[in-house]
């Protein structure tokens, strides 16, 4: 059996928490045999990216980057979640201050992982709308269990997905794919993903899913590590570079756009309804 070690046993807020990973919200365990990091989602109920989460995921891959991993994979501890995306409830009557730093934190965490030097794939062992799959299509490889969903279905929200929300979809999907499904705000079933291309492999169990990474991780084994980054980075320094630039007039212009009336007031409608639906 492959040894596995948790990285960072240290609890963020005091001893009392050392049996717990350093980051609450993420699990990091690293394979000895093959260097590379599984990076564990594990927010209850839906892995909701709020604020916490965001900083959480953020440590985690800075701590896989700075440890010299051999990739990084990236799943969710729920059976049937990768992630709803966005915590609804950080736009929904957001308080000033509190909103300002979940944004910055989602744009720090997919400027992190879009441009990370690791290789990276995601295990999507679940549902992936909106935000989750900004993380699934920031990897490099995709990998997805049947019978669920993936998919920018911000237009069905009432909101629109930034552009670099667009750069990571593009990055996967031919251009004319990418704009009809994200002005439909369609979400794919596995089956469809994989036919269109947003996902790479289908695989039957999170354990084959991990597999499947790990198997494409392994492909850059013999490649030049730097060589390697550099080309990637080189094809994403244009997407990259320009959130960089554009980062204030980005968060303000999500301030704006959030909290318009009409936008908070459909905002609550869909979490109205989704509560429902969670009650039936
Ligand atoms: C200028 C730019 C402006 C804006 C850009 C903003 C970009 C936004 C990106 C986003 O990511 S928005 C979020 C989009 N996400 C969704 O639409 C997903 C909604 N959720 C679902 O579809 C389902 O919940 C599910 C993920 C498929 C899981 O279904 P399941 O049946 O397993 O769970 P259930 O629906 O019962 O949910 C349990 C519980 O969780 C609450 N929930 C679900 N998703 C979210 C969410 N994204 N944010 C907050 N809360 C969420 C749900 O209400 C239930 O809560 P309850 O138990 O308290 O009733």
Redesign the pocket.
Known sequence: MLRTKVLSLVARSGPSRLMSTATKLTTVEVNDKTGIATLTMCRA??N?LNLELLKDLKTSIDEIESNKSRGLILTSSNA??FS??????EMYNPEKERIRAFWTQLQEVWLSLYGSSVPTAAAING?S???GCLLATSCEYRVMLPKFTIGL??TQ?G????KWFMSSFLSVLPQRQAERALNQGRMFSTEEALQIGLIDETATSKEEAVEKCAAFLGTFARVNPLARALTKQQFRAADLQQLENERKDDLE??LF??NQPAVQKGLGIY?EG??K???K
């Open positions: 109920p839906v909701g049937t979640i709803a995306g966005l915590d609804i409830m549902h709308p909106a935000g279905n911000e929200l909101i629109v997905a930034p212009k999500f756009f959030i979490l989704l509560k639906k969670a009650k």
